[in-house]
């Protein structure tokens, strides 16, 4: 699975967002969506925020893809790409 949490500040924006996100999965909290574990939709995902809604955030905003395998991979843009931190995963 993916979990996709997002923090934009632009109610605009962030509802837009949302919107794109509900063609891929559903929400488990206000900001973050689980959707399924799928290269295809992963990639969908990852271009889409590249090319076209990267363009506007802000440099509050940012959004974190977290992809839950085995290796536990986190992708992050906007300002989240800036963070080191370590996520611990207790199953």
Do not use: P, W
Request: proline content about 0%; glycine content about 2%; hydrophobic content about 35%.
């Amino acid at each position: 699975m993916l979990i996709i949490s997002y923090d934009i500040s632009d109610d605009k924006k962030r509802t837009k967002f949302s919107k794109f996100l509900e063609k891929f999965g559903y929400r488990v909290q206000y900001s973050v969506f689980q959707v399924d574990n799928s290269e295809r939709f992963l990639r969908v995902i990852q271009s889409e925020i590249e090319h076209k809604f990267s363009k506007t955030f802000d440099e509050s905003d940012s959004v974190i893809i977290f992809r839950m395998t085995n290796s536990c991979e986190t992708i992050r843009y906007g300002y989240a790409r800036n963070d080191d931190n370590d996520v611990i995963i207790i199953k």
